[in-house]
Structure formats: C-alpha cells, structure tokens
C-alpha cells in the first residue's frame, strides 16, 4: 500500500501536553476505525508548529478523507517514492 507523509500546521504543537496529544490521537484513530482498515496511521513527529505524520493509504484522496473527518488540517500530502536510510550508502 502507498505511504504518505502529511504535513499539518498545528500552531503550538510541540508545547501541546500528553493530554491534548492524546485527544488528538483519539480523534484520529476514531476516524481511521470508521474508515476501515484502507488507511493506516503509523507514526507522527510532533515539532514546534507542525505535526509531520506517517501514513499508508490508497491514495491521497483518502488521507485528505481522513483530515476533513478528524478537522485536523492536512496541509501538504506527499507520496513516499523511496525510503533510504544509512544501508543505502553501503
């Protein structure tokens, strides 16, 4: 299944508290169950004003679903094309 990353401008995200970050991922993960099992959520980073997240879905059209459900913003949706990591300089 395709991978994605999305980028989402959360102002304030990385001094949100457990709490909020929990809310957060209850929301999404509420949706994903309605969803169905199409879309993942793998992982996300959580930096100063944005929330880079990991995805596997059909297409971007899911993943753009799946913010418009949630109401947390996906601002840029960009399809993984390859993965390297130190093994590819070997």
Not at 57 to 72: L, M, N, S
Not at 83 to 88: G, H, K, R
């Amino acid at each position: 299944m395709p991978k994605f990353v999305i980028e989402r401008e959360v102002p304030g995200a990385g001094n949100l508290t457990d709490a909020q970050l929990r809310e957060l991922s209850q929301k999404s993960v509420s949706v994903l169950k309605e969803m169905g099992p199409e879309i993942q959520w793998l992982h996300s980073y959580v930096t100063g004003d944005k929330v880079y997240c990991v995805y596997l879905a059909p297409d971007e059209a899911t993943v753009r679903e799946h913010a418009k459900r949630t109401g947390i913003p996906a601002n840029r949706v960009s399809a993984v094309r390859r993965l390297i990591d130190p093994s590819t300089a070997e």
